[in-house]
């Protein structure tokens, strides 16, 4: 079982940067590939990033935060990190960690385990 906790979530203004952060506990992180989601008021929980598990090069964005979001692991330190530069209000959301054993996917339902979330707000 694996407990999930995100951290990093505030107000920024269009334009700046924040650093969300996972951190896992109650398992072995190494084998859990990791993804972050997002939900806006009124809209689905969508893809947004998600690594593997045995190789941080292996890594995948959606189109709309690509070039402008880097997600990234630290196994020693159970804690999976989603920089986010060049924020737009339109990254306004709940941001989840999702974390699940085997290959990382883009697929919501493929995750096991979620975070509580945590609020992310661009202003323009």
């Known amino acids: 079982q694996v407990q999930l906790a995100e951290s990093g979530g505030g107000l920024v203004q269009a334009g700046g940067s924040l650093r969300l952060s996972c951190a896992a506990s109650?398992?072995?992180?190494?084998?859990?590939?990791t993804g972050w989601f997002r939900q806006a008021p009124g809209k689905e929980r969508e893809f947004v990033a998600a690594?593997?598990?045995?190789?941080?090069?292996?890594?995948y964005y959606a189109e709309s935060v690509k070039g402008r979001f880097t997600i990234s692991r630290d196994n020693k330190a159970n804690t999976v990190y989603l920089q986010m530069n060049s924020l737009k209000p339109e990254d306004t959301a709940v941001y989840y960690c999702?974390?699940?054993?085997?290959?990382?996917?883009?697929?919501?339902?493929?995750?096991?385990?979620w975070g509580q979330g945590t609020q992310v707000t661009v202003s323009s």
């Open positions: 109650g398992a072995t992180f190494i084998a859990y590939a």
């Open positions: 999702a974390a699940r054993k085997g290959v990382a996917t883009v697929t919501r339902d493929d995750y096991d385990y």
């Open positions: 690594i593997s598990w045995w190789s941080s090069s292996r890594t």
